[in-house]
């Protein structure tokens, strides 16, 4: 396909889908018009019957938890097809550098850099688990919490380099944890079945509202989610940057 042709099909698709969401702007309610009334029903029993503060969290991983496990499954197989494409590339042959290249080194990270970098690590780590551990209760959740704590790891390597990043992180560890994560929103669902219910019924005790260790099934899942979402950012970190960068070891110049 020569590049003119190339050109032509993209500008007549981007007109098409252009063409498209205009038409579907147009049908959107004005400005502070509610016309549907299943988030009104449910602000009003989602807290009497899941015991949980945070509505959304209700809605997200109970009352339709079947699809946010698709959106979680979205994100491991999106992260499972780069890990395996990028794992493949590795064994190509590496061609030698141009003189241009040759003359290019990265620069080394600042002390001021170093410090900040490290001092964050903990606080971002903990506020990570604090938005996943509450997510029934405040705003947050599994997908907030795991992308917090998948910044804890992108500082580790802001704060040094990529071996650092390796050491505190091996590829074991990551592919185990989004592994583990995957799978547990599976056999929290599975309880539900075990119980006599349904798929990812909410069968585990309630508790009281605005309490931590409440709303049944909804903290374990939240936590599930979490492992898998920063499990699965740590290693497409990781996977990048081994494609990217060049590991310093002991006796090498880079």
Request: hydrophobic share 50%.
């Amino acid at each position: 396909m020569t590049p003119g042709l190339r050109r032509r099909v993209f500008l007549a698709a981007a007109a098409a889908a252009g063409a498209l969401l205009l038409w579907g702007l147009t049908g959107l309610p004005d400005y502070g018009v509610y016309a549907g009334p299943y988030g009104d029903v449910l602000n009003q029993v989602a807290v009497a019957e899941r015991k949980a503060t945070n509505v959304v969290a209700s809605v997200t991983f109970d009352y339709r938890g079947v699809d946010t496990m698709g959106e979680e499954y979205i994100l491991f197989a999106a992260v499972l097809g780069v890990a395996i494409l990028l794992r493949a590339q590795r064994d190509e042959t590496e061609q030698p550098p141009d003189e241009d290249a040759a003359d290019r080194h990265a620069p080394a990270t600042s002390n001021a850099v170093r410090v900040i970098g490290l001092t964050l690590v903990g606080p971002v780590v903990l506020f990570g688990l604090y938005v996943v551990a509450h997510g029934h209760l405040t705003p947050g959740g599994g997908f907030q919490g795991g992308v917090v704590l998948a910044t804890a790891a992108l500082l580790v390597y802001l704060s040094g380099e990529y071996v650092t990043l390796r050491r505190v992180s091996p590829e074991l560890l990551t592919d185990s944890a989004e592994a583990v994560g995957a799978a547990g929103y599976v056999a929290i669902g599975l309880l539900g079945v075990g119980a006599g219910a349904a798929f990812l019924a909410n069968v585990l005790p309630l508790g009281q509202p605005g309490a931590l260790l409440s709303a049944g099934t909804i903290p374990p899942i939240n936590l599930a989610v979490g492992l898998e979402v920063a499990g699965g950012f740590v290693l497409l970190l990781s996977e990048f940057l081994e494609q990217t960068l060049v590991i310093r070891r002991p006796g090498e110049v880079t």
